[in-house]
């Protein structure tokens, strides 16, 4: 019967490892996903806009430097939220 109890106790500990190492995984992700879907919306404005208006490639930097704002930014909040709920 303790055999079982200890099995059992040794299950819920890999369990829990298991799930943390998934949440890890996860935020690693949505970091990515986060900083270069801002970068990548904002270069194709900027690149249209050049397109638009003939001006070469001026559009394109402007708004590529707002992607990459837009993007640490993205990830600040990110990790604002993960911090707010390990507090919780």
């Not at 303790?2 to 949505?30: C, G």
């Not at 001026?58 to 707002?66: D, E, K």
């Not at 704002?69 to 993205?74: L, Q, S």
């Amino acid at each position: 019967m303790s055999n079982i109890k200890e099995l059992d106790k040794k299950i819920q500990r890999l369990t829990k490892k298991l799930i943390k190492e998934k949440k890890k995984e996860n935020i690693v992700i949505a970091t990515c996903a986060e900083f270069f879907s801002g970068v990548f919306v904002t270069s194709l404005v900027g690149y249209f806009l050049d397109y638009i208006f003939a001006t070469g490639y001026i559009f394109l930097i402007v708004f590529m430097v707002a992607g990459f704002v837009v993007g640490f930014v993205n990830i600040y909040r990110l990790f604002q939220g993960e911090v707010l709920k390990k507090n919780e």
